[in-house]
């Protein structure tokens, strides 16, 4: 793993004293490497939303230590928070959150306006965000006037406006319907790994564990577990490494979403490796084996 | 920012249309009882002012004619024709009395004019003749309103005279203008030995100011001014009469505009607090959140203000066609008075909204839907 984007390390919040103390946070450690997408999943009250204010400096952690990019932001006093909150986090919310009176396009440019870009420059990359996600047509139509899926895409570029390192997402697919929430998904990831932007989902959201590098499960305010993903080559599906069903083929270990695709992999191989996006460990020996199993044909014939 | 508090100021046009115009009413509440006592400074000097004399010398203290009495021997004539650069002088007598007709009385000031006067005659004339002849009057227009005409008759002083012309933009709301000849004004009184005042013009070249001195210097018991010092005196003395009102109704005009104008941009700060919240959440800082509010504050106030001025404008052209006595003048320090009053009021008006951002969360954002 680089240098992890976020270091997260023995992070504590209690509410309240004494009697009516309670621990949302108990002792959590994390890292995030940049381009790393990370689900936090976990039952209602569990203390997720908690720790995403702790991770975006919206609030104080009791105990324990951010950093990001090497920078302690929990020693940081609360005037440089803003800061830090404008420059180095994107947010994007369950609920959009758009400001009401302002287009798509003053929506994102507010917030690279906020950090000092002057309104023409700030106009000017907000409409490349815009257009790059597919809403050059919706530049300034009012948030009342997108879909939800639209909605969601202006937040995205919001989120990216001011090039940040680490995005922190909350639900974000709650309001959207599947084919939609799949695609927000997608374009998360994307943004992701093309950008090497580190990205914290926290989510009730099944869905959701497709796209992630790790999901981890936080309960009564502790990390109970934490997941690897595997890509199956065959469907592409992210599934559990430890649920996964295994293979191993050519002195490679290989894992599927199925037996039905396990046995399909086994069946052919090669014919699976040129379309696949899976990265990771696996990926140079995927494209090693292509190459043989395409010469093992042509000698074939 | 400021684009920001625009747009949060004009997403509901009625709420815009009501802040602003509630806003633009208070300010015209200001800028309207300051043109009329503008105006009303204005015809009273104004008569003074275009009399084409130079110099008034009145009895000792007397420095304006509203509210005050002046008599001095009509020998004062010949001493002031007799003091070097005076090129003209002549008696004019005064009296603050009523004017009769058909059993309606108009306040007026009736003046007493030489035969033969260059000074002092009305000089602007709608029908009939500038100088009265003797047993006639020329009025102004507050009896014109009333269907006057000339040759009607009117009452002044229990003699019956006869409308010889009616003037025009000599009178004002407080009183009206009415010049007879000064031999009927002594028979009327039955002292012709007296005059209020005598207006005397300077030689080409030489300072009214001067020429007052000298008359001071060397007649006893007179006070002598240059017109312009007159005049002033004059509307000193129509604003110190008026000082209260206008103090009370510009503290009505602030106090209506500030109710306003906190309530409004209260009203749409706090309807939008949790957007305040996300933009904290965002990385704004306070200073960006209190720039929007106060934003909001100063277009609203600056928009009231402009409206409310033009409205004064416009009311100013039309009060003349309702009532030719009511005469508005908006004036620059008046402007200037409003415009301080404005960023006060503007500033009053942000301070709760402000405190309300100060104290909104923004971890807000992750909890609920803001807009």
């Given at each position: 793993m680089n240098a992890p984007t976020l270091s997260v390390s023995h992070l504590t919040k209690r509410f309240g004293a004494a009697a009516t103390e309670v621990v949302a946070v108990r002792d959590v450690s994390l890292e995030v490497a940049p381009g790393e997408v990370v689900l936090i999943m976990g039952p209602s009250g569990s203390g997720k939303t908690t720790l995403l204010l702790m991770l975006g400096a919206l609030l104080r952690a009791s105990e324990g230590e951010i950093r990001l990019d090497g920078e302690v932001l929990s020693a940081l006093p609360e005037r440089k928070l803003p800061s830090i909150r404008l420059r180095r986090f994107g947010f994007v919310f369950q609920d959009f959150n758009l400001l009401s009176a302002l287009s798509a396009l003053e929506n994102v440019a507010i917030v690279a306006e906020l950090a000092g870009v002057r309104s023409k420059d700030a106009r000017a990359r907000a409409t490349t965000l815009l257009t790059e996600l597919g809403l050059d047509r919706r530049l300034h139509f009012l948030p009342e006037k997108l879909s939800g899926g639209e909605k969601q895409r202006v937040a995205i570029a919001r989120a990216l406006a001011n090039g940040p390192t680490f995005i922190l997402a909350d639900e974000p697919t709650a309001n959207l319907d599947s084919k939609i929430g799949h695609e927000m998904m997608r374009l998360l990831r994307s943004i992701a790994k093309e950008q090497g932007r580190s990205i914290v989902i926290v989510s009730h959201d099944q869905r959701i564990k497709d796209i992630a590098d790790r999901v981890l499960w936080l309960e009564d305010g502790q990390f109970k577990e934490a997941t690897a993903m595997v890509v199956d080559p065959v469907c592409q599906m992210r599934t559990e490494q430890g649920a996964a069903v295994a293979a191993v083929w050519d002195g490679e270990r290989f894992s599927f979403c199925s037996r039905g695709c396990r046995d399909e992999f086994l069946a052919a191989p090669y014919r699976?490796?040129?379309?696949?996006?899976?990265?990771?460990?696996?990926?140079a020996a995927l494209r090693e084996a292509v190459r043989r199993e395409a010469a093992l044909a042509g000698a074939r014939k | 920012m400021l684009h920001l508090a625009q747009r949060n100021l004009f997403q509901s046009r009625t709420k815009a249309v009501l802040a602003v115009g509630g806003v633009a009413l208070a300010f015209m509440l200001i800028f309207s009882l300051d043109a009329v006592l503008a105006g009303l400074e204005g015809r009273i000097a104004g008569f003074i002012e275009?009399?084409?004399?130079?110099v008034w010398v009145a009895q000792s203290g007397v420095r304006n004619m509203h509210m005050a009495s002046s008599t001095i021997p009509r020998a004062v004539v010949d001493q002031v024709r007799g003091i070097d650069g005076v090129a003209e002088a002549a008696p004019v007598r005064y009296l603050t009395n009523v004017m009769v007709k058909d059993d309606e009385r108009y306040l007026a000031y009736v003046i007493g004019l030489p035969e033969g006067a260059t000074m002092g005659i009305p000089m602007k004339i709608a029908s009939g003749d500038a100088y009265p002849r003797p047993g006639e009057v020329v009025v102004d227009g507050a009896l014109r309103q009333e269907g006057a005409t000339v040759g009607d008759t009117v009452r002044i002083l229990g003699s019956d005279f006869r409308i010889g012309g009616l003037a025009e933009g000599l009178a004002s709301t407080l009183s009206s203008l009415a010049f007879i000849r000064l031999d009927d004004f002594d028979r009327l009184l039955g002292n012709a030995t007296t005059t209020s005042y005598v207006l005397a013009r300077v030689a080409p070249g030489v300072s009214a100011d001067e020429v007052a001195a000298r008359i001071e210097a060397a007649v006893p018991a007179v006070t002598a001014s240059s017109t312009t010092?007159?005049?002033e005196q004059e509307r000193k003395v129509v604003r110190d009469m008026s000082t209260e009102i206008a103090v009370i109704m510009n503290l009505a005009g602030f106090l209506i505009g500030l109710a306003v104008m906190a309530l409004?941009?209260?009203?749409?700060?706090?309807?939008?607090?949790?957007?305040?919240?996300?933009?904290?959440?965002l990385g704004a800082s306070r200073r960006h959140c209190y720039g929007v509010v106060l934003g909001q504050a100063a277009l609203t106030v600056a928009l009231g203000f402009g409206v409310g001025l033009a409205l004064t404008f416009a009311a100013s052209l039309l009060a003349p066609l309702i009532d030719p006595l009511l005469y508005m003048q908006v004036t620059w320090p008046s402007v200037a008075k409003a415009a301080a009053i404005s960023l006060v009021v503007a500033g009053l008006a942000a301070i709760a909204p402000i405190a309300q951002i100060s104290a909104v969360d923004p971890a807000i954002v992750f909890r609920r839907k803001v807009a």
């Open positions: 699976f490796f040129a379309d696949a996006e899976a990265s990771g460990p696996h990926e | 275009r009399t084409g004399a130079d010092r007159f005049a409004s941009i209260y009203t749409v700060t706090v309807s939008r607090l949790p957007e305040f919240g996300l933009l904290k959440a």
